[in-house]
């Protein structure tokens, strides 16, 4: 039998590359699917950005504040740290209802973070000036959350020499 490697060499190079071809459409499938669902995630965490975002304004009230508790599932959550008022949507999970420090959500969270407590302080211990390890605790959580959350403003009336180091 002779063979003509003029031709056999094109057909062999043809059907190497097809079974290649096919070898790898699994994985093709794949990352497309993989591509639509980031392109989904995408547009999704868009979503809940937009429903989530708050004009910022230079001072906040406390009863201002209040309307923003994590209550509404979708909207903006606000919470004041050392007199600074930020939109701490992105933790939804744990300032939204049902998270753990939920807590904290629509109000000045400064005491509760210096003490690391999560629960209310009577009138007598809200009279009491926070020591220096709970300023020093505070200034930890000051920070992390200036480094994750969005600065909406500053909450009206806070005394900053209430928390100075």
């Not at 392109?39 to 201002?64: F, G, M, N």
């Amino acid at each position: 039998m002779d063979i003509d490697l003029q031709h056999a060499i094109p057909l062999l190079a043809a059907t190497s590359m097809g079974a290649w071809w096919l070898s790898g459409s699994e994985s093709r499938a794949k990352q497309a699917q993989y591509a639509e669902w980031e392109s989904q995630q995408k547009q999704y965490q868009a979503e809940r950005e937009r429903l989530a975002y708050i004009e910022p304004k230079d001072t906040w009230t406390v009863d201002e504040l209040t309307q923003y508790n994590g209550e509404d599932e979708n909207g903006p959550i606000l919470m004041a740290v050392k007199g600074d008022v930020y939109n701490v949507w992105k933790g939804r999970n744990f300032y939204g209802v049902g998270g753990e420090y939920h807590i904290m959500a629509g109000r000045d969270a400064t005491r509760f973070l210096a003490k690391n407590r999560l629960e209310e302080e009577s009138e007598e211990q809200l009279k009491i000036e926070l020591n220096i390890a709970e300023r020093a605790n505070l200034e930890m959580w000051y920070w992390t959350i200036k480094n994750k959350y969005q600065l909406v403003g500053q909450l009206e009336g806070y005394d900053l020499k209430s928390t100075e180091m």
